[in-house]
């Protein structure tokens, strides 16, 4: 189980990569050439997934709160 | 910049915020609603950002603009303002046979299953070529297989002009052998002035087309 501060840690990393990730994507989709496309998918689209990956993993590793 | 590609950016952007607050102030996912918001800001904007912002890129690699965008591709761009109705690429670029924005696209695509995949595919190899390795002189860029007839007819079967063409009713086996592709519309000596690059040079160009 991950503590307070493991998850909040791994969370600002996935929100780092996730929002890096997205901003290379806009600045791709402004900057129309073709090797934005590559850097699009390659770089863009590397962040996002690390990013998902780990907020998964955030959701899978942590207990459910009683509400 | 097309409006749907700037609303795709703007929607990229407050997406890259929402993520950035919630990745300075990780205490907001506490709560209910907390973790709510950061279950849409943190897993499905940026699916469906990625998924828009791929369909846009797709759809552009797919304009004329981003073929004639490479220095080695300057001369076929040329090939199509050549001012000469016999020379197939300009008469169709020019009389909007295939859309002016689609061009290349349009004839070099594969009408068939998977075949705009494997197009893309080869774009990919283009990019890389281009960026990375050494690309080869316009004048030997040489398509990967030998042109296909089901690309012309996709939009030209069932039209009169190419139905009752003269010449494609001299004889009675010449419509059954360009369908089958056995007798090729490029290369059997008919429509054979393709991106002609040897005679650009001195060639007279439609100035309107630029």
């Given at each position: 189980?991950?503590?307070?501060?493991?998850?909040?840690?791994?969370?600002?990393?996935?929100?780092?990569?996730?929002?890096?990730?997205?901003?290379?994507?806009?600045?791709?989709?402004?900057?129309?050439?073709?090797?934005?496309?590559?850097?699009?998918?390659?770089?863009?689209?590397?962040?996002?997934?690390?990013?998902?990956?780990?907020?998964?993993?955030?959701?899978?590793?942590?207990?459910?709160?009683?509400? | 910049?097309?409006?749907?590609?700037?609303?795709?950016?703007?929607?990229?952007?407050?997406?890259?915020a929402?993520?950035?607050?919630?990745?300075?102030?990780?205490?907001?996912t506490?709560?209910?609603?907390?973790?709510?918001?950061?279950?849409?800001?943190?897993?499905?904007?940026?699916?469906?950002?990625?998924?828009?912002?791929?369909?846009?890129?797709?759809?552009?690699?797919?304009?004329?603009?981003?073929?004639?965008?490479?220095?080695?591709?300057?001369?076929?761009?040329?090939?199509l303002?050549?001012?000469?109705?016999?020379?197939?690429?300009?008469?169709?670029?020019?009389?909007?046979?295939?859309?002016?924005?689609e061009?290349?696209?349009?004839?070099?695509?594969?009408?068939?299953?998977?075949?705009?995949?494997?197009?893309?595919?080869?774009?990919?190899?283009?990019?890389?070529?281009?960026?990375v390795?050494?690309?080869?002189?316009?004048?030997?860029?040489?398509?990967?297989?030998?042109?296909?007839?089901?690309?012309?007819?996709?939009?030209?079967?069932?039209?009169?002009?190419f139905?009752?063409?003269?010449?494609?009713?001299?004889?009675?086996?010449?419509?059954?052998?360009?369908?089958?592709?056995?007798?090729?519309c490029?290369?059997?000596?008919?429509?054979?002035?393709?991106?002609?690059?040897?005679?650009?040079?001195?060639?007279?160009?439609?100035?309107?087309?630029?």
């Open positions: 189980m991950l503590s307070t501060n493991q998850f909040e840690k791994l969370l600002r990393f996935a929100g780092v990569c996730l929002a890096t990730g997205l901003l290379i994507e806009a600045l791709c989709l402004i900057w129309a050439t073709p090797i934005a496309f590559i850097v699009f998918v390659a770089i863009g689209g590397l962040l996002i997934l690390i990013g998902l990956v780990v907020y998964l993993y955030l959701q899978v590793s942590t207990p459910v709160a009683d509400d | 910049m097309p409006p749907a590609t700037t609303l795709i950016v703007c929607l990229v952007l407050f997406s890259a929402v993520i950035g607050i919630l990745a300075a102030r990780p205490g907001f506490a709560g209910r609603g907390g973790k709510i918001l950061a279950f849409v800001a943190m897993f499905c904007l940026p699916i469906f950002c990625g998924l828009l912002g791929f369909s846009s890129e797709m759809q552009r690699s797919k304009t004329t603009a981003f073929c004639l965008s490479c220095h080695t591709m300057e001369d076929y761009g040329k090939s303002l050549v001012d000469d109705p016999t020379h197939l690429p300009a008469s169709h670029y020019q009389n909007h046979r295939v859309p002016v924005d061009a290349c696209y349009s004839c070099h695509t594969q009408y068939a299953m998977f075949g705009g995949l494997k197009v893309k595919l080869y774009g990919l190899k283009h990019v890389f070529i281009y960026y390795g050494t690309p080869p002189a316009p004048q030997d860029i040489k398509l990967y297989e030998p042109y296909n007839n089901r690309e012309c007819l996709h939009c030209h079967q069932g039209a009169r002009s139905e009752e063409g003269v010449v494609h009713n001299a004889d009675p086996v010449t419509l059954p052998a360009i369908r089958s592709n056995q007798l090729s490029l290369s059997s000596g008919c429509h054979d002035s393709v991106h002609d690059l040897a005679h650009l040079k001195g060639a007279k160009l439609w100035e309107r087309g630029n």
